[in-house]
């Protein structure tokens, strides 16, 4: 848990109650967790301007809530009234507003969902958030069209590859030398390695998912009736007050004054969308990357990885081992 911002050194192991679930929600054994730039984002309190736009989730000294934690899988121990559909010992996966690195958490019906029957824990743990995001973002991909994805290694990128692959596109993925081969892997039908060579070319789609490269740089790379699509994390790099902040902003004051459309969707979890991914997964189309995985006690460890390393796919945590 952690009390005020800081580095993953700040973490620290407690001893807390068992979370009771109220009306609604699921309270959901954890088997496996999975860390995202949203993580360390809200470990620092970086961008600073975010302590001002979401108090729900950012506090002004510390995180909202001090047990950190989004995506998870495991099994329902106990559901809260009005929940029906669900039953102890049945196994889930999903993303919680906080609280998923711990042995309990207590998540909203509409958050979770039944595991994919294909997956492990830690696999289906490192589902929810990015391949959602990655869904949110590329929802308006047909077949046929010309896909660029920018930071296609990453969390969501690796999603972002196969979904649009799914979808009919034709995927361009930029990454660096050391992810080449496994952005093919996932079905990348070109991989531009940003280390040795120029990303040029127009795209009907760009998905930005690294937050590296300027506005006016992203749109030269879009069809004038194309669309861009603003998405990138970033990386810890001694802290910032706006971020990736920045770019979005930008982009959305650009927008009336541009010919590609530019998007900054937000990605929500809903019990459809998980389920959507669900059948993606059990149909074989979609799976995900894992890099590494750190027991719950290296969680400092593994966030560490995550913000400075950058990671290769998933970084997941495994709670408790299935029995």
């Known amino acids: 848990m952690q009390q005020v911002y800081g580095s993953p050194a700040m973490l620290r192991t407690a001893e807390v109650e068992r979370p009771q679930p109220g009306a609604g929600q699921v309270l959901v054994r954890v088997r496996a967790a ?59 996966f999903g993303e919680a507003v906080s609280g998923a690195f711990a042995e309990y958490v207590a998540v909203a019906r509409g958050l979770l969902d039944r595991k994919p029957a294909n997956l492990s824990f830690e696999e289906a743990a490192a589902v929810p958030l990015a391949a959602n995001t ?30 649009a692959r799914a979808r009919g596109a034709r995927v361009s ?21 940003y280390t040795r060579d120029t990303v040029t070319g127009r795209y009907d789609t760009v998905l930005d998912l690294a937050g590296t490269r300027t506005l006016r740089t992203l749109l030269r790379l879009v069809e004038p009736t194309g669309t861009l699509v603003l998405s990138g994390g970033g990386n810890f790099d001694g802290g910032s007050w706006f971020g990736p902040v920045g770019l979005l902003a930008r982009g959305q004051l650009a927008r009336p004054f541009v010919k590609p459309a530019i998007r900054a969707p937000l990605a929500e979890q809903t019990p459809q969308a998980l389920t959507e991914l669900r059948d993606l997964i059990e149909s074989g189309l979609l799976r995900p990357a894992i890099d590494r995985a750190y027991p719950l006690a290296d969680t400092p460890a593994a966030i560490e990885y995550m913000e400075t390393e950058h990671a290769r796919a998933k970084v997941v945590i495994t709670v408790a081992p299935a029995s």
């Open 134 to 163: 990655a869904l949110t973002c590329l929802r308006h991909v047909g077949d046929g069209e010309r896909v660029l994805i920018i930071g296609a290694s990453g969390g969501v990128g690796t999603f972002a590859v196969q979904i």
């Open 34 to 92: 999975s860390v995202n730039a949203r993580d360390w984002h809200v470990m620092r309190g970086d961008p600073k301007i975010a302590r001002w736009m979401d108090r729900s989730v950012f506090g002004r000294r510390g995180p909202a809530n001090p047990v950190p934690g989004g995506d998870f899988a495991g099994t329902v121990a106990q559901v809260g009234d009005g929940v029906t559909d669900l039953a102890v010992g049945d196994e889930v």
């Open 173 to 193: 993925a930029v990454c660096s030398t050391r992810n080449v081969e496994a952005a093919r892997s996932l079905g990348a039908h070109h991989v531009i390695d």
